[in-house]
């Protein structure tokens, strides 16, 4: 079987490359940029995926990519995925985390891949945006409505609904997931987990004395990122396309979350450790999300394995090894 991968220097498509590589899948990742700081990284840690270079927004570099991949399996993975930075550079943001779906499936068309290739679409529980909060206690499922609060999310809707399209119009293989916060240690330090739990451990370790966030009221559905791609990869063997919510049925706050990361480290109280700056607060924020999983575990047999405090133990504990303050 081949894939290939878009976003293959991100957080889930690390998680995934290695899962692919575990089945025995030749991978072929999309790369952007004349020098990518990440390709050293990927190429280091995964010496099994041929990369090709390629951007998003760039139709003619996407179907040469499909073109020399000739894909069993295409995760359509990368996007400006950071809701923050997408108020700041809302175009961008519809060129790539939007529009850039559509250049992914017009590549497989044009390619003459349509009937062969399987495609997945990373969409969001950002679509969601928290507000229409119309399943109380139950959470979001396939069927809700969407609200998007962000050029983000917004961006997001569009890749959805132009995937459904596809699948619609032409017959084509294409899953959207739509998937709720999921997180781990290969998390970028600009999400609010990460942000965290590597402040915690450079706190332990001396190297900084506090850490600078937004609001901190905010509740999201986390899981963990590597059981997150095993539902992705779960979706495209399902015999027929569709799309399926993954989450952990659970939601927290930010301060629940700092209460579990600091207890790691043996602070009871993080209040003296953190300071709030408006540079973190969006111009709408998305209060709480809340997923229901129950479809993509009825149909697809997915099963998270890591829980909430797992998560934040292991985020942590990933942390102070890295900065070695572990012991
Ligand atoms: P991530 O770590 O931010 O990775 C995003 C990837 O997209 C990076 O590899 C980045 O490459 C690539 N990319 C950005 N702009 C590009 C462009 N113009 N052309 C080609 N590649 C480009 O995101 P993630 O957490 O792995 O998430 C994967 C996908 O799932 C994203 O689409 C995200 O929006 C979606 N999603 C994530 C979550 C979550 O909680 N993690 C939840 C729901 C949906 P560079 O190295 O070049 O920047
Ligand atoms: O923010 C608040 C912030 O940036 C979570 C992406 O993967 O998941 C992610 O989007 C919450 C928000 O993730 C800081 O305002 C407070 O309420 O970690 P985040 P996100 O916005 O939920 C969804 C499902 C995606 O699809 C996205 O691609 O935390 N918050 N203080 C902060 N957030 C950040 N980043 N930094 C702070 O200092």
């Keep these: 079987m081949r894939a290939l991968i878009t976003g293959i220097t991100g957080q889930d498509g690390g998680h995934l490359a290695e899962l692919l590589h575990e089945k025995g899948y030749e991978i072929f990742g999309l790369i952007r940029g004349q020098h990518n700081p990440r390709r050293q990284a990927v190429e280091a840690e995964f010496p099994y995926v041929t990369l090709i270079e390629g951007d998003l927004a760039d139709p003619t570099s996407i179907v040469r990519a499909v073109e020399i991949a000739q894909p069993d399996e295409l995760y359509n993975l990368a996007a400006i995925s950071h809701v923050g930075y ?3 550079n809302p175009t961008l943001t519809a060129e790539v985390t939007g529009k850039g779906v559509l250049n992914v499936l017009e590549a497989v068309r044009l390619a003459g891949l349509a009937e062969k290739t399987k495609v997945y679409q990373a969409s969001t529980s950002e679509m969601f945006g928290g507000l229409d909060y119309n399943r109380p206690g139950r959470g979001y499922n396939e ?3 969407f609200h998007p609060r962000s050029p983000y999310g917004v961006a997001k809707l569009y890749g959805h609904w132009i995937a459904k399209n596809y699948r619609e119009s032409y017959g084509m293989f294409v899953s959207c997931g739509i998937l709720f916060n999921h997180e781990g240690e290969r998390r970028g330090v600009e999400f609010v987990t990460r942000k965290i739990t590597h402040a915690v451990a450079r706190i332990k370790a001396g190297l900084q004395d506090h850490i600078e966030l937004g609001d901190l009221w905010p509740k999201r559905d986390w899981g963990y990122a590597g059981d997150y791609v095993r539902g992705m990869w779960q979706m495209v063997q399902h015999g027929t396309p569709d799309d399926f919510v993954l989450a952990s049925g659970e939601t927290h706050s930010i301060e629940e979350f700092l209460d ?3 207890a790691e480290i043996g602070i ?4 003296p450790y953190v300071q709030q700056n408006p540079a973190f607060m969006r111009p709408a924020e998305v209060d709480i999300l809340l997923g229901d ?8 047999g997915w099963k998270r394995e890591v829980d909430f405090p797992g998560l934040v133990k292991l985020m942590v504990a990933h942390d102070l090894n890295l900065v070695g303050a572990a012991g």
Aim: no cysteine.
């Design 143 to 145: 069927e809700s409505l």
């Design 293 to 300: 999983p129950a479809k993509a575990e009825g149909v697809l």
């Design 268 to 271: 009871d109280d993080w209040k």
């Design 260 to 262: 579990l990361a600091f």
């Design 86 to 88: 997408s108020f700041k």
